[in-house]
Structures are given as C-alpha cells and as structure tokens.
C-alpha cells in the first residue's frame, strides 16, 4: 500500500471514543511503515489523563484481521507517556506494524521485545507489555461497531528485568510490583521495579 487507506465509519467512532476517553482537544495524524505498505492513524490527547502527559490511541490498526485473536476481535492500542518525549507516537506506530506483519499472539501479557529500546526514547526501559486498557467506563472496554468489534490494550513500557519478571511470574505479578512501588508510569525513563 502506497496511499493512505480512507477513513470509515468505523474508524471514526473509535476515534469519537478514544477522544471521549481521554478529553482535551483531540489531534490525529497518519503513521507509515518503514516501506509504506502499512499505515496507521494515532490520535493524541496533550494533558490527558494529567497535566505534563500526552495519551494515545491507534484508530486503524482495528482495519487488520488477526489470526491470533478469538471471534474476529480485533484491537487498538492506547499509550501514555510525559509530553517531553514527542516521539512516543514512533513507538505506537512501530508496535502496530508489528502486530500488522507479524501476527503475533496478541493481548494481555503479550510483549513486542525491543519496542522501546529500538527507537532510543529511554535509558531504562527496553520493551512494549500489553495490558487491559482499565478504562474507567466498563462499557467502552470492548467497542461493537458494524463490521468489527475491537478491544483496547494499553502500551506500557518496560525494562529488560520487569520482561524477565513478566516472563517467569506473568504480568499479573508484575502489576502487583508495580502498584506496591507506585512508579510514574508516564515517565519513559523511570527506574525499573524489579
């Protein structure tokens, strides 16, 4: 693919909801692949969920079956990071094209090794750890429209040792360790908790 994909329906309605979720003035901008046969639509949020943080969503990676997903459900991402790093949106994109061509298990738990440390943001963090995306309004954890029904997953960076952690324990366990020491999750150079 060389030209940019047009914008259904559908994808609006996942970008009405994302922007819904997280409030403020929404922005979107088109993502391509490395050899632009891919691309992807990121909307972000500046100040959501707090001042200092800019949230993100993907809007089209939902377009691409998976075979790896149960049902035909299909996924979008949303992501998180401190507005000092303009280039989170890299790591979002990278991800999805990933998923894209790789087809590889994804959900809760998944990983994608490198994501991080691939484009140089961070000193610490190293890998991409999938989550249930917790958002507040229990209805919008999984969105039905018309030609698909997509869940969210939440992008959270992490260090090679909270990989080995999730790898041995689950991420379930490192959740835990996670809430016990209360990191600024938003900071893509935060110290590691394990």
Do not use: K
């Amino acid at each position: 693919m060389t030209e940019r994909a047009p914008v259904t329906a559908d994808n609006r309605e996942i970008g009405r909801v994302a922007a819904a979720i997280f409030g403020g003035e929404p922005d979107v901008h088109t993502w391509w692949a490395p050899d632009r046969r891919h691309s992807v639509d990121i909307l972000s949020c500046v100040g959501s969920p707090e001042p200092g943080v800019t949230a993100y969503a993907t809007l089209t990676l939902s377009d691409h079956a998976l075979p790896s997903m149960v049902d035909d459900l299909r996924v979008e991402l949303m992501g998180t990071c401190d507005n000092a790093i303009d280039r989170f949106p890299e790591v979002m994109a990278s991800c999805a094209f990933n998923i894209i061509e790789s087809a590889p298990a994804i959900g809760p738990g998944a990983v994608i090794p490198g994501a991080i440390s691939f484009h140089g943001l961070s000193s610490t963090m190293e890998h991409a750890l999938f989550l249930p995306a917790f958002l507040t309004d229990e209805s919008r954890q999984i969105l039905v429209l018309p030609t698909r029904t997509v869940g969210w997953l939440r992008l959270l960076p992490i260090s090679e040792a909270e990989f080995q952690h999730v790898a041995a324990h689950g991420f379930m366990s490192l959740l835990d360790v996670i809430n016990v020491a209360r990191p600024n999750v938003y900071d893509i150079n935060r110290p590691s908790v394990v």
